[in-house]
């Protein structure tokens, strides 16, 4: 779509750079009150010692309270912070959605940030795309600009916001380029925007010092060409799981949604029992230099550092898959304030680190490590589930910096989303403001 001749350039870009600055603040804080907070609750826990019964209770009650609350922060308050966000921020920039900001702003930050540290299997990068649509729009609203310009504004907060969610510019500028293209099709002022807003970002975070790597792991060398076709084929099967994926979420949430309708709050009480019993009973694992992760609960940045640090046992990397698989499709599906991008990147790392044990043991003159298959189909689920090859390619990249990774990744990223594609799976983000809009007619 081409922006009208009234559309002013410059003003959008002095906007852009404000909401880049207050994107940067905000959802860089997220992330670093997630990370704090997360550790506390672990190190309570540990303190108590597993044999305590106080460990098993606290970690109960902390996290039935969370949840709870978190519910009804959500419901009571804002109920379009539910689930990633994702599609509330393109239903608006379709015209088909409103954008309640101020409200959205504060109930995503606090709902989002007890989900995420009671320990529910949800990734921080759908509360900051949220928040920073949110704060694109109130920089428009504030600067009484038009609805064009307010919606360059509000892609550029969302761009901002998966970018302070990984320190991944680049991911956020594709990530708009592929999901929200519609809107800017064939414009580059608009861009112009989005980009200065990521820039924004990276310069808040870095002179904050906030700017750490997010997956500080092992930088591999590049496989040989002639075992591309082990890239392929496990594209393939992330494409599988990702069509598999698509439909079972759908699946939770219609099934969740309707109980959580009649049995609100007992519903909230069963997933914090369950995200607290576990992560109770599977006990944080040892890796490299005394570091304890804790594999099974919260988002993904534990398991995939876990799976390429730890040599564990080929069974407990398939149960882990499985377990995750499951409690991503539970989280999500209770309709919880939390995004599905990092447990998409912590499943496949789990599915392609099993694979690349295997292949290992079997061709190790086509791998020469399995993290090298790992990091290689990291990004395979993300491009088959949400279709954005290219984001979830860049996006892998960045966080890991195995820059000479990129053809494995291409390949894997390429064949997952032409599996997804061929088995007839639509883009979840699509599937999910389609579902969105259809229960906005019904009531």
């Known amino acids: 779509m081409t922006l009208p001749e009234s559309y002013r350039p410059g003003v959008v870009l002095g906007a852009a750079l404000i909401t ?19 550790q506390t609750r672990f190190d309570l826990l540990a303190a108590l010692g597993h044999s305590s019964g106080g460990q098993l209770g606290l970690a109960l009650g902390v996290s039935v309270v969370m949840v709870l609350a978190g519910f009804w922060l959500m ?13 509330q921020i393109e239903g608006f920039l379709a015209g088909k959605l409103p954008l309640r900001s101020g409200r959205v702003l504060p ?78 099709q064939n414009d580059t002022r608009a861009y112009q925007g989005i980009t200065l807003a990521c820039v924004m970002v990276m310069v808040v975070v870095q002179a904050l010092g906030w700017n750490e790597t997010v997956l500080p792991v092992k930088i591999y060398g590049a496989p040989p060409w002639v075992s591309l076709w082990v890239f392929a084929l496990t594209g393939a099967a992330l494409g599988v799981i990702g069509y598999v994926f698509n439909r079972g979420l759908v699946l939770a949430l219609d099934i969740l949604g309707q109980s959580g309708r009649r049995f609100f709050s007992l519903q909230a009480v069963i997933f ?11 006990q944080p694992s040892l890796g490299s230099n005394e570091h304890l992760y804790h ?18 046992a080929v069974p407990e990397i398939w149960g882990l898959f499985l377990l995750r698989l499951v409690m991503t499709l539970l989280c999500y599906g209770s309709g919880a304030p939390g995004g599905i991008f990092a447990p998409l990147l912590a499943i496949a790392t789990l599915f392609s680190q099993g694979l690349g044990r295997e292949v290992y043991a079997l061709f190790p003159q086509w791998l020469p490590e399995p ?73």
């Open 20 to 38: 880049g600055i207050m994107v940067g603040l905000v959802g860089g804080g997220f992330r670093q009150a997630v990370s704090w907070g997360t």
């Open 75 to 87: 419901r009571w308050l804002a109920p379009e912070t539910g689930g990633s966000g994702i599609p």
């Open 107 to 184: 109930v995503k930050f606090v709902a989002g940030w007890l989900m995420l540290v009671s320990g529910m299997v949800l990734g921080r990068e759908g509360p900051t795309i949220q928040m920073g649509g949110s704060m694109g729009h109130l920089t428009s609203r504030w600067g009484q600009l038009s609805q064009e310009e307010s919606r360059v504004l509000v892609a550029a907060g969302a761009a901002a916001g998966l970018t302070a969610a990984f320190n991944a510019p680049l991911a956020g500028i594709l990530f708009v380029l592929e999901e929200m293209r519609p809107r800017f």
């Open 272 to 282: 914090g029992g369950l995200v607290g019993v576990l992560g109770y009973i599977y």
């Open 295 to 312: 594999p099974l609960i919260s988002g993904g940045e534990q398991v995939i550092l876990w799976s390429l640090d730890r040599l564990a």
């Open 371 to 443: 993290g090298i298959l790992t990091i290689a189909g990291m990004g395979g689920l993300v491009a088959a589930t949400v279709r954005a090859p290219l984001t979830a390619i860049v996006l892998t990249l960045e966080i890991t910096g195995n820059y000479q990774l990129i053809l494995p990744l291409l390949v894997t990223c390429l064949t997952a989303t032409l599996t997804a594609q061929y088995l007839g799976g639509e883009p979840i983000y699509e599937v999910l403001l389609a579902r969105m809009l259809g229960q906005n007619r019904a009531h």
